[in-house]
């Protein structure tokens, strides 16, 4: 029986796109001054190669390969300072997704687990979704980032449910589902096969191409990562609650595939 939902927060709850721009661009930005014949877009594709490759860190390898070790620490970290800073204003809630905590919290405990800093947790009881939560695991706080089995365990240890009443609800097949499903976790992935649907509609033509290359390299996760079977697929947040209905109720939440349920 189904007793806990565990959800993330970035591209799940919030809409962390706007975000993650701003700081690539920033680290852009530092390329281009250090090597001026390159471009954003350049800096892009250079990103978007080491992605699509599987790498799990992109950004640091792309930005140390071009700015010496010096350059490097002082971008992070005025890079993150800005971040923290900005985090409220530009992490919008996905269209939907309040609704459908309020439907799920209903039913079922709730419980977050996510790679996000303090900031997070102000900007979810600002949204007034932080009470929906009984449990909050964020790894700045606990000392542990995702896919850290640790930071599952801390959230687990805190509903004092077995992994097998509870469900990780998880945008990223590695960080997300895999440790939960090594636990013994049922998993959700809300898998964004259209990223405009997270509600980020830039001008900016940088902005654009930065979206549509997330989009890019998202669609190749199942052939990055064919070993995570996640129990259940949703295209978008919205999706979640009537997926799980229709499961709780016997059905397969849409077409099933090996090892799968579909919606």
């Known amino acids: 029986m189904l007793e806990w939902i565990f959800l993330d927060v970035g591209n799940v709850l919030l809409d962390e796109d706007p975000l993650t721009y701003l700081s690539f661009r920033r680290h852009a930005e530092a390329i281009s001054r250090a090597h001026p014949g390159l471009a954003f877009r350049d800096v892009l594709a250079a990103w978007e190669a080491r992605a699509a490759a599987g790498s799990r860190w992109p950004v640091p390898e792309v930005v140390s390969a071009f700015l010496d070790e010096g350059a490097c620490d002082e971008i992070w970290a005025s890079t993150e300072r ?3 800073g900005r985090f409220a204003a530009l992490s919008p809630v996905i269209p939907g997704a309040a609704a459908v905590v309020e439907r799920l919290a209903r039913r079922h405990r709730l419980g977050l687990i996510a790679n996000q800093g303090l900031e997070c947790r102000a900007r979810l009881a600002e949204l007034g979704l932080l009470r929906h939560f009984d449990v909050v695991a964020l ?7 995702k896919p850290d089995p640790a930071l599952f365990e801390a959230a687990l240890d805190g509903a004092g449910s077995p992994p097998g009443c509870c469900l990780m609800v998880g945008d990223r097949l590695d960080n997300d589902l895999a440790p939960a499903r090594g636990l013994g976790m ?3 992935w809300v898998r964004w096969p259209r990223f ?3 509600g ?3 001008d900016d033509p940088n902005a654009l191409a930065y979206r549509d290359a997330l989009e ?6 199942p052939a990055l990562r064919p070993h995570i079977h996640p129990t259940l697929v949703v295209d978008e947040t919205r999706d979640l609650d009537a997926a799980l209905r229709d499961v709780e ?3 397969d939440g849409g077409t099933a595939g090996p090892g799968e349920v579909t919606r």
């Open 216 to 221: 890019r390299v998202a669609a190749l996760a």
């Open 200 to 202: 980020w509609r830039p």
């Open 82 to 84: 800005e971040v923290r």
């Open 186 to 188: 049922a998993t959700a």
């Open 249 to 251: 109720q016997g059905g």
């Open 196 to 198: 405009a649907a997270k």
């Open 139 to 145: 790894s700045e706080e606990v000392g542990r980032y």
